[in-house]
T-cell receptor, first 114, second 110 residues
């Protein structure tokens, strides 16, 4: 069964608005979660590592002020895309690590910015 | 820069055949290796992981790892149309982060 859930599964928004995506760990206390982005026909690119109770660690080239990550509890990490623009349209996927450091992915959130 | 390379594909095999998917990686410090399957429009799902040199079998899937050659592969025996998907090779380095290959699309012909 699923170990990670995401909400919403898809979202359409106007340019300039902010969008929040939730990632929930089911039946597990995830101190670390990961956020990825995938553009069409491309592979997954790690955006940031979300750490419970501390600041997220962002990958090079990812704007931390644009992609706000909050990991306030052991089961919930959120990604907020601030002032979204059409180029932010993508498939956003979170993951958590359990069982010998294997990452399990959520179902993903498809974002379309008009 | 750490890189993970996969055959460009796409790969097409007839139903019942063996599909062989290959992956090479550049970071000799890589510790563990994963194969994920991704259906169109869906997120990746884990198929197998392997840490040690040699073969690891799970049902119709066999992962092979050769650290000296920096090579990992996935064999799918008795391929089924439901195996048609994009297969992603992922490598975990010492920093515990996953680096993904671009993926290879497999098509199994009925």
């Amino acid at each position: 069964g699923a170990v990670v859930s995401q909400h919403p599964s898809w979202v359409i928004c106007k340019s300039g608005t902010s969008v929040k995506i939730e990632c929930r760990s089911l039946d597990f206390q995830a101190t670390t979660m990961f956020w990825y982005r995938q553009f069409p026909k491309q592979s997954l690119m790690l955006m940031a590592t979300s750490n419970e109770g501390s600041k997220a660690t962002y990958e090079q080239g990812v704007e931390k002020d644009k992609f706000l990550i909050n990991h306030a509890s052991l089961t919930l990490s959120t990604l907020t895309v601030t002032s979204a623009h059409p180029e932010d349209s993508s498939f956003y996927i979170c993951s958590e690590t359990r069982f010998q450091e294997t990452q399990y992915f959520g179902p993903g959130t498809r974002l379309l910015v008009l | 820069q750490k890189e993970v390379e996969q055959n460009s594909g796409p790969l097409s095999v007839p139903e019942g055949a063996i599909a062989s998917l290959n992956c090479t990686y550049s970071d000799r410090g890589s510790q563990s290796f994963f194969w994920y399957r991704q259906y169109s429009g869906k997120s990746p799902e884990l198929i197998m992981f392997i840490y040690s040199n040699g073969d690891k079998e799970d049902g119709r899937f066999t992962a092979q790892l050769n650290k000296a050659s920096q090579y990992v592969s996935l064999l799918i025996r008795d391929s089924q149309p439901s195996d048609s998907a994009t297969y992603l090779c992922a490598v975990k380095g010492a920093n515990s982060k996953l680096t993904f290959g671009k993926g290879i699309t497999l098509s199994v012909r009925p």
